[in-house]
């Protein structure tokens, strides 16, 4: 009772502070201390306490509601705050690659591209997990303060309820009849009655629902969340195909560059002499066709054996057919590969080579050759267009499929070997 007293002198200095009358403070420390004293009575087993079993049980599933729906809301927001540090991490990673990725490396403007579409991603995923799962469920957890403040204050009127009960069951066993004193203990027991089966029908009527409504808000939550999130990795996967698609362009890029500079550190030791073997490794790259006079043409002359033999640059006759090495290109190509073996051979076919190396053609007149194609060679309709290093040619299986040379093509000399 002491500790009682000292609770309620606390409580009317903090009343007094708030600018309540003295009436009004007095009323209500008066209610105060009645309620103490049948809480009291009712724990010694001296006073009667009323029970409801059923609202008890809904009270406890309110309890447990709130605190799981506390712990939900905990856990997402949690879980957002996971998002968006993923979300900062994931743009400092891409930010970082953007930075290093080298202006003349492949897919330089993919890669910008990407990490701008990458952090555009993460922002929509952050905001559409607030508004479809976080607000829902601070929304819903905004209703339980209310509720449990009406089920504090039920608890209060029930033991006001009780105490005029009690109060008025006194009055009436009492030696000497008062009247006056039992009216007016009726009128506060029906006061009090009535407030509390109000507040308490409300309860009894909301309890229930609030407790159903937990299935939806589960339900609505976790489906938002589910399909967000399977959109965001979605999108991502994609984003991410596509980064990987440009990771192995840029190692072939790598490949290539190593490649051509092996294979131009070893056209550097090609020997000028055309009866010795040619190295494995792709020609230097084309030089530009000249636009000789037929003075340049008349003078030019190529000394293949020295003083022993010298071959005259001449321009064909129009009667001379590809075969006759009359013409300044099939007279070099069979001056570079030897006689050619032209009795098995179809018409206008010089000779045949053998691809030593896969060749992708880099140009619209060149000719894409695999490693083991057989090439059979063609003279150059045209000398002045042939480029030192380099034949004109068709592949033999086109010739055996069709019985034509018209898919025709240039291609350099040192990938192919003379059959």
Known sequence: MAEMGKETGKEMGKEMGKGVTAGKLASTMQKRLTRAQEKVMQKLGKADETKDTAFEETVSNFNKQMAEG????????????AVKAMHEASKRLQDCLAEMYEPDWFGKEEVDSMAEDTDMLWIDFHQKLVDSALINMDNYMAQFPDIKNRISKRDRKLVDFDSARHHMASIQKGKKKDEVKIAKAEEELGRAQKVFEEINTELQDELPTLWDSRVGLYVTTFQSLAGVTEKFHNEMGKLSHNLNDVMGKLEDQRHINEDAANHSAESGSIPKSPSKSRPSGPPVPRPPRPSPSKEGLQNDAIDLFGDAATVSMTTPSHDATPTQLDAPGAESNAVANGSSDSGDLPP???????????????????????????????AFDNPDEQDDGWLLGVKESHWLANKNLSARGVFPENFTQRC
């Open 70 to 81: 506390a712990r939900l809301q905990r856990d997402l927001r949690g879980y957002m705050t």
């Open 348 to 378: 206008g076919v010089l000779y045949k080579v053998k691809a030593m190396h896969d060749y992708a053609a880099t140009d619209g007149d060149e000719l894409e050759m695999k490693a083991g194609d057989v090439v059979l060679v063609l």
